[in-house]
């Protein structure tokens, strides 16, 4: 399992954009597929996006296709989710997941595939 520490969150208005960015502590995310799931208050955890850190392959949930992006970041062993165009049925927990594979599956808007987890960071868009 890796450590997985999230940034980012926020209180924002709709239209807005946020950047949440989800780190590795102490290893390297190379052989992982990264994932972005969300939560909302009395809702299932949903799949937002996920990235194939070493070929690069995404996928994203069709709620967000066109206004999201998962990428790497600059930092070194980050994975950045830029939210663009945010409304309020965004509004959710955001978490960064890691599954330890070299290839991305069908599993992957699974939430359970995934081997480890961040601890979440709050996001609140208003109308």
């Known amino acids: 399992q890796v450590q997985l520490v999230e940034s980012g969150g926020g209180l924002v208005q709709a239209g807005a954009s946020l950047r949440l960015s989800c780190a590795a502590s102490g290893r390297t995310f190379s052989n992982y597929v990264l994932g972005w799931f969300r939560q909302a208050p009395g809702k299932e955890r949903e799949f937002v996006a996920t990235?194939?850190?070493?070929?690069?392959?995404?996928y994203y949930a069709d709620s967000v296709k066109g206004r999201f992006t998962i990428s790497r970041g600059n930092a070194e062993n980050t994975v950045v989710l830029q939210m663009n165009s945010l409304k309020p049925e965004d509004t959710a927990v955001y978490s960064c997941a890691a599954k330890s594979s070299y290839y991305t599956g069908r599993n992957y808007r699974t939430w359970n595939w995934y081997d480890s987890w961040g601890q979440g960071t709050q996001v609140t868009v208003s109308s």
């Open positions: 990235l194939n850190w070493n070929i690069g392959i995404t």
